[in-house]
């Protein structure tokens, strides 16, 4: 596949089978212990006669400055268009899709699923970062975050000179913005930043790259609407996710669900009453400052993290409306409870098409499943719960570099846990292949070529 996106050629070797690592000395301290949806009273001077609009509101103010790229810079970008293709595009993963996606080499007999790695939004992140860096040569470049979650992007962003902005220590999202100097650019990831880090931005003399997908931009729009209409959100996502922090920066009251069992909770909670200190303790990191389960879950907006387990989302959407059925009757409903899907649809395709991988393994005699893609990478993490809950041996792998010379493989359980392990045995090898959203081809390529290798080697 041609990718119609412009990036710098620039490689840097990257440290084997690991996460991306800052290779330059960390910013020194903002605000410390501070995390960015704590901030507002930081930003008064930026809220002083916005009363009475919303944070939606706030944020295409700030885009409407000329000091605000949201479109990349075109000028730059035929320029590096044919880098990005020869840097990221696979020739065996494009073998792969000429023969209906099936590939045998080496006693190893490769099925990759049809839908997997890189979709448009992450395509078009990664080109804006790229873009920013030739458009502006001679500036600081700076990062809130990882661009995306893989680690070969990421590195090559840190060989590029672009500074990664720390955090602070803890999952509160706290960052450390005093590196960031007079005229400097300041990039916004795929994930997005909080409405508190973009008016902090906002009040500097610095140029903002806001490369935020599409998607998660939908996902703020649905809290914006449950605000306007006064519910609480009910946020399906993990409260510590880059995405979620920035997602829950643009809504007044809310509580993050990570599962179906905090959901379920939840839902009991609204139905029954209970004890509200036990609720405020369970969900302490994951609701809004003053929030009273007493009072506000009586009107309730279903949004979620663009990344998560579709199933699970819906799951978690049926038992919420059931609940608030239960509670309030069947009057008037959506006076209680409002959803939409703000799932994106790659998430959706590369999980389907896992799932259709997996009802033929008897079929394809498949031994396990390969995903491919960063360990922090939430979309690429349910990947690896399809299969694994359907019973069939999974790995999770970050690089190409997992696959050891002596068959191991270095991989991510569904816990976290990272672990290494034999690999693979005598004689043939079926194999069932995808890769995250936000994975480039050539890291499925660089795992295939060495799984390739260690067969010829024991044959």
């Known amino acids: 596949m041609k990718l119609h996106i412009a990036l710098i050629a620039i490689y840097s070797a990257a440290p084997l089978c690991s996460g991306f690592t800052l290779h330059k000395p960390a910013l020194v301290s903002f605000n410390s212990g501070t995390s960015a949806r704590q901030t507002s009273s930081l930003f008064a001077s930026v809220d002083e006669g916005q009363k009475e609009k919303t944070k939606k509101d706030k944020r295409r103010e700030m885009m409407a400055k000329d000091t605000y790229f949201k479109n990349g810079f075109k000028g730059v970008r035929d320029e590096v268009a044919e880098s990005m293709d020869a840097q990221y595009t696979s020739e065996t993963v494009n073998e792969l899709k000429r023969s209906d996606y099936v590939l045998e080499r080496e006693d190893v007999t490769v099925h990759l699923a049809k839908d997997f790695g890189f979709c448009w939004g992450v395509e078009r992140s990664i080109a804006m970062a790229y873009e920013a860096r030739t458009h502006f040569p001679d500036k600081n470049l700076h990062i809130t975050n990882e661009l995306i979650h893989n680690p070969e992007v990421n590195d090559k962003l840190d060989n590029m000179g672009v500074a990664f902005i720390p955090k602070e220590g803890g999952a509160d999202g706290g960052k450390d913005f005093s590196g960031v100097g007079d005229g400097d650019v300041v990039i916004l990831p795929a994930f997005g930043a909080s409405i508190e880090e973009m008016a902090y931005f906002d009040s500097k003399n610095v140029q903002v790259v806001d490369t935020t997908c599409p998607w998660v931009s939908k996902v703020w729009n649905t809290v914006d609407l449950h605000q306007r209409k006064g519910l609480t959100s009910i946020i399906h996502g993990k409260y510590a996710h880059e995405e979620t922090i920035a997602t829950t920066s ?52 279903l949004a979620n993290q663009t990344t998560m387990y579709k199933e699970e989302t819906r799951a978690v959407g049926q038992l919420l409306q059931k609940a608030m059925l239960k509670k309030f009757g069947p009057v008037n409903p959506k006076e209680h409870y409002m959803e939409f899907d703000t799932i994106c649809d790659a998430t959706q395709e590369r999980q389907d098409a896992i799932h259709e991988l997996i009802q033929k393994k008897d079929e394809l005699e498949l031994d396990f499943i390969l995903v491919v893609g960063g360990w922090d990478s939430s979309n690429t993490q349910h990947l690896l719960e399809i299969p694994v809950n359907a019973g069939l041996r999974a790995f999770h792998i970050n690089r190409g570099e997992c696959i050891g010379a002596d068959n191991t493989i270095t991989h991510r359980k569904l816990n976290g846990e990272v672990v290494t392990e034999k690999f693979v045995g005598d004689g043939k090898v079926r194999l069932g292949v995808t890769s995250g959203a936000s994975t480039p081809d050539r890291a499925v390529q660089d795992a295939l070529d060495r799984l390739f290798l260690l067969k010829k080697v024991m044959a």
């Open 250 to 301: 643009f809504c007044e009251d809310y509580v993050c669900v990570k599962d179906l069992a905090e959901a379920q909770y939840v839902a009991d909670y609204i139905i029954n009453g209970g004890d509200k200190d036990e609720f405020l303790k369970k969900f302490s990191k994951a609701t809004s400052k003053g929030f009273d389960p007493d009072t506000m879950l009586s009107k309730i907006g």
